[in-house]
């Protein structure tokens, strides 16, 4: 299931050059604000190190990734960027989670609510959706078309519980608190690791009408639409 849950494709199906520049800019520093609070120095924040690769290949400038640092360990003053999740039902009753990174709850909030009105969805309240979720860390890797049997003993041992591939990435799935160990695993048989990070699983995937599936995605590329939102979850695989 790893891998499904999370409409993380939205960068590949859509783009940069599909996004207003300035609002793809603005989730990017975000990210790496939020990010930098945990230390500034990419070498020993791989969190950071992963926001900042991301925000370079669009090619945000390195003095706006550097500001965005700053702000994040407080060395020049921006406002107070909060992670907030957001729980709602799409079309068909899919369960929707919305991560997102704001300096405005209410804001925020209300824009959210009006995009799921809008296409046949609602914005719910604290725990309808979240329940039918599991926290998991995911690595992410490139480098190999395949794995040995060696090296995905490697990785197993390391807390490895799911190997998947996509579009030539390798997607390893774990326990949080084994993330670290699975990342360093990977780097030990020379998988790329681009992106790591705790994401949200569905327990069980849902079965929809393909005649609501173009619904369902109009929803989360609306959502996405929004300077907010970083990250869109569902229990239904598009």
């Known amino acids: 299931m790893s891998g499904h849950s999370k409409w993380a494709n939205i960068k590949h199906r859509k783009g940069a050059a ?7 800019f603005t989730k990017l520093s975000k990210n790496i604000t939020v990010t930098a609070r945990n230390g500034g120095d990419p070498e020993f924040n791989f969190s950071l190190r992963t926001a900042i690769d991301k925000a370079l290949a669009a090619n945000m400038t390195k003095d706006k990734v550097d500001q965005a640092i700053k702000r ?4 020049i003053a921006g406002g107070i960027i909060e992670e907030v999740l957001y729980e709602g039902f799409g079309p068909g009753g899919v369960a929707v989670l919305v991560e997102a990174l704001t300096d405005n709850r209410n804001r925020t909030s ?3 609510k009006h995009v799921f009105s809008k296409h046949g969805g609602n914005l719910s309240g604290s ?5 039918m979720f599991v926290r998991r860390g995911v690595v992410r890797a490139r480098g190999k078309s395949g794995l040995s049997d060696d090296e995905q003993l490697t990785l197993i041992e390391a807390g490895t519980d799911d190997l998947a591939t996509e579009n030539g990435v390798q997607i390893l799935t774990c326990q949080p608190d ?28 849902a079965e929809v009408e393909s005649a609501i599936r173009g619904q369902i995605e109009s929803l989360f590329e609306a959502l996405d639409d929004d300077e907010d939102v970083s990250d869109i979850y569902s229990n239904v695989e598009l």
């Open 72 to 75: 994040g360990t407080g060395e």
């Open 178 to 205: 084994s993330l670290m160990q699975v990342r360093q695993a990977a780097a030990g048989i020379s998988l790329d690791t681009f992106e790591v990070g705790l994401e949200w699983e569905a327990k069980e995937t």
């Open 110 to 112: 209300s824009s959210l």
């Open 127 to 131: 725990g309808s959706v979240q329940w």
């Open 18 to 24: 599909d996004l207003r520049r300035a609002a793809l």
